[in-house]
């Protein structure tokens, strides 16, 4: 590896950290004024947790009671994602008679009666399979519009600050112990309010995002047979890719020493900020921040949670971009160029610079 | 040249106005509320041009008349800056026996009695330089306090979106046709008030960096004698350098094609950002934007503002430094890595970076 190219990351890493970010997510004891929200955390990208800001959410209350949710939502028809380990939208090997090949895996999804999608996620042992409600695609507002009333269409201080216009989606999580969600970004400025349990999720800003080994891999499915209750995962067809983030930051004991060497910028690099969120307190996620979520479950068994989101583009998004551009490739990432997340004319190949810089002798 | 660096960073060039700055600056009618001036401008770094939100000040109809400034100012001792052409901190051809080399030129400074100095910026002529009243060290309320009441300490809205706390710096420029400030960068937020006459500014965002070819002049300091009415340019003992925007926008007619030869990411790339601010509006100037400014007199012979700096840091000045730090030397900015802007510990340069590679290939 290119000894330069990786001190100037790290200077990056440091500098945000120094300038903007220091060494732990900032809390708020209530919520910001519009002003102070957009000044203090948006403008910059920090994250922050904000408690006491939802308490008048009749959700609070209500939710954690399961009967009021079966009752409420009897006749809704609820996505629901099921794997047969919680990790959906997660890298994991393929088996393949000819050699074993990592793949972007995404859940079986299924449209049931809510009540019966409930009692899978809560009993994950009964069909030895592990059930999340979840639909990242506004399925808040459009499969659970028989709770609207129990919480705020949108985070008033925070629309205020971002624009003035409703959340461009909204969207509900209800999950079990198992359900862990992998390291990976969006591009949306994000709202994460729990209800009910706790999530603990793992960031790390976008300055960072070399320490992710973003690499393409092949995308593929689970499908899920109620009649045998197994698993299939294939890969999809055509063959698609997606950029997805390499690193599992818990290793088991057996591979953690693989996973250091694999990933050194990961395991050697500032320690990821880390914060527990929990019932009745709301993370802001910046866009562009890698995440990677874990979640406890309350007294009945699980974890539930809203999230709004709203897009944001501006210079910092282009910062990203560029910065997503460059120092990939062979030359100064150690990474397989042949498996560049980036697209042919971005990525700088060991191999086309040397050819350039012949040109320039040249010339 | 290497086309793929400078192909990346024409991206970053386009996307950054595609994503949020569009093709000219915004004017606003009348003074944004402090959300919406954080929220559209300061947060995504992108400058704007505002009227009607000092038209309260008595400093618009008391500074034009120059015998009310010459009498309130009757016994302030103010800095005036000397020149032999209007040329400033700028780039400037030193003539030394050995060879040709051009130095980065501060101006003669001198503290004199106000009347004294603004009779030098409006008479040129008379001793054959270039006098402009200006220090850029907060000099509005160190030398011209005798006007505080004319305008306000700050810009309320702006204040109140960048913290809450004044302006680390106030500064008063009172010059006539012939001043001219080369491009160049300054790390605060700064809004900028034509009181009387006009400014013409050029502007370059801060992804545009590469196009203004930074490098290291050595620093050189005018000294005026009164007695023979001579400049005399010499460099500073012991050296030091500056870096600075290699770039002059408007080449003489006989220069222009060596100029566009020399500095094509300038001359070829996305044209300037140009706008004309008048007295009584204000430019947001945003924190690592590049400007060049020139001046249009009032029917006084001077044009008058005054500016305000607020230091900003945060996630895009880590970016701002990294993307500096980065492209540069001969590789892919084609710039003589030997006159680097950066320490050498940032400039990647191309022998250290195919010794590098040859690690990588043993290692």
Redesign the interface.
């Known amino acids: 590896?290119?000894?330069?190219?990786e001190?100037?990351l790290e200077?990056?890493w440091g500098?945000?950290r120094e300038?903007?970010l220091g060494n732990r997510i900032q809390r708020l004891d209530s919520a910001p004024t519009?002003?102070q929200f957009?000044?203090d955390f948006?403008?910059?990208?920090?994250p922050c947790i904000i408690s006491n800001a939802i308490s008048h959410w009749p959700a609070l209350t209500r939710w954690p009671s399961l009967s009021y949710l079966s009752s409420t939502l009897s006749n809704s028809i609820v996505s629901l994602h099921l794997t047969p380990d919680g990790r959906a939208d997660s890298l994991v090997p393929l088996e393949n008679p000819k050699k074993e090949e990592i793949c972007f895996a995404s859940a079986h999804v299924e449209r049931v009666p809510f009540p019966f999608a409930l009692d899978l996620v809560l009993n994950p042992e009964r069909k030895n399979l592990v059930a999340y409600l979840q639909q990242q695609n506004d399925c808040f507002r459009e499969e659970y519009s028989a709770l609207a009333s129990d919480c705020d269409a949108h985070i008033p201080w925070a629309t205020?600050?971002?624009?003035g216009y409703l959340p461009e989606a909204v969207n509900l999580w209800i999950g079990n112990h198992l359900s862990e969600t992998s390291f990976h970004k969006d591009h949306y400025e994000n709202l994460y309010a729990v209800v009910s349990g706790e999530k603990q999720f793992l960031l790390l800003?976008?300055?960072d995002m070399h320490r992710m080994y973003i690499q393409d891999f092949p995308a593929a499915q689970y499908s899920y047979s109620s009649d045998s209750g197994e698993f299939r995962l294939e890969l999809e067809k055509p063959l698609r890719y997606v950029p997805w983030c390499s690193v599992n930051p818990y290793p088991s004991p057996e591979t953690k020493e693989i996973e250091m060497s694999k990933f050194p910028l990961y395991f050697n690099g500032p320690t990821p900020f880390h914060c527990t969120v929990k019932a009745g307190e709301i993370l802001y996620l910046p866009s562009m921040w890698f995440h990677h979520v874990r979640q406890s479950p309350d007294d009945n068994g699980c974890t539930i949670a809203i999230n709004y989101c709203k897009n944001q583009?501006?210079?910092?998004?282009?910062?990203?971009?560029?910065?997503q551009?460059?120092?990939h490739g062979?030359?100064l990432m150690?990474c397989d160029a042949s498996k560049c997340t980036l697209s042919d004319?971005?990525c700088?190949d060991?191999s086309?610079?040397e050819a350039?810089?012949e040109?320039?002798k040249d010339?």
Chains 1, 2 share one sequence.
């Not at 948006?42 to 920090?46: A, F, T």
Request: glycine residues 8%; charged residues 25%.
């Open positions: 590896m290119l000894k330069e190219g001190r100037l200077g990056l500098e945000v300038l903007s519009p002003l957009l000044r948006v403008s910059p990208n920090k205020e600050a971002l624009g800003p976008p300055t583009f501006d210079i910092k998004y282009a910062y990203f971009n560029f910065l551009s460059i120092h062979s030359r150690n004319e971005l700088i060991a086309e610079l350039n810089q040109d320039t010339g």
